[in-house]
């Protein structure tokens, strides 16, 4: 080795110890425990995709995990598919009808989802769940399928250990408040624009 | 239902028959199947998550994927046990050193970047696997611990049907650039900040 080559890895080493020193001061700062109320909004890719990664996370721990659907169709059947092998570790709820434009019916989705709510509240009280991911949540606040301030008050009142995830677009200003991590999925560059069809395992 | 009610239900269907003929007519246009280079960078949480939530949609349709983690540590230990569920449906390989600001030995980084990049190669030639996971390539980038120019060549020469997530903050513009789908995901709201600390299934 060179004495360039030594000096190089000496200020790669010196910067590296310096930059660690900050991670462990900041991470010692941190020191609450809590279930949170995550929110993963936005109009890119990756909102639903998370949550289900998180739950898989959940999943290897041995946890229990709650999946309430806001939005029927025929996306997450590989999702679902895959979290069959979990066995009774996923509780797996399939409530909303179609995307709202699917249906054209407002008095059927709002029924769907009063039903799905129902289901979040009985799941909200279960205390072997650990994680429950409330797909597509952002839609029917969106649409006004569910009343807001319940939802939240809902929310708000959980267990203390629950972790909750709340996915699609446009999150409601009151979400993002109770909220304790939320992340904005943006769309840099997107392959539906050069024409490329949604495929099997990527979109749905 | 009073006339208002009926008035209300109508110009909501005519509103949503409006929007998935639109919907409708975007689909048809595309046509390209092809396999995917995902890129998840920004900020924010649900890179990593995100990507290896696809790996589960891509699990759940039978499939195999595999797994190239560029940096090792307590990270994502979650989902690896998960995975063992699917047995030889996943090739998980934890490559890389810990953090660069742990290692503090930017030879040894190097070497492990190297040794992961290897794997890569290996895995893109094995016509069994559907997805390819690149877990913090980008940071591996980054450092310069691998040769970006000869990293997205290898890249685009893959198999045409292979689809490959990379994932890490700060994507490089020339990987950006080869990318079909790239992500930012930002972060809006973190609770760390609120002095929460990194909990068992939410961050590792």
């Not at 898989?56 to 979290?83: C, N, P, S």
């Not at 407002?106 to 909200?124: C, G, N, P, S």
Request: charged fraction near 25%; avoid cysteine; glycine fraction near 8%.
């Amino acid at each position: 080795m060179t004495d360039t080559d030594i000096a190089t890895e000496e200020r790669h080493r010196a910067k590296m110890a310096k930059r660690k020193a900050v991670q462990d001061a900041e991470v010692a700062k941190k020191t609450i425990e809590k279930g949170l109320l995550i929110v993963n909004t936005g109009p890119g890719k990756g909102k639903s995709t998370a949550a289900f990664g998180l739950a898989l996370r959940m999943l290897g721990y041995g946890r229990r995990v709650g999946v309430v659907q806001f939005i029927k169709g025929a996306w997450h059947t590989g999702e679902k598919d895959a979290f069959a092998a979990f066995g009774d570790q996923v509780a797996w709820h399939t409530m909303g009808e179609g995307f709202t434009w699917e249906t054209q019916d407002l008095k059927r989705d709002v029924a769907a989802a009063q039903a799905a709510w129902a289901k979040v509240l009985e799941l909200m009280a279960d205390p072997t769940i650990s994680l429950l991911v409330l797909d597509e949540l952002n839609i029917a606040l969106r649409y006004d399928y569910l009343d807001l301030d319940s939802v939240v008050a809902d929310l708000n009142g959980r267990r203390s250990e629950l972790h909750v995830v709340v996915t699609g677009r446009n999150a409601k200003p009151a979400l993002v408040e109770a909220a304790d991590l939320v992340t904005e999925m943006g769309s840099v560059k997107h392959h539906f624009a050069a024409g490329v069809k949604a495929q099997r395992g990527i979109e749905f």
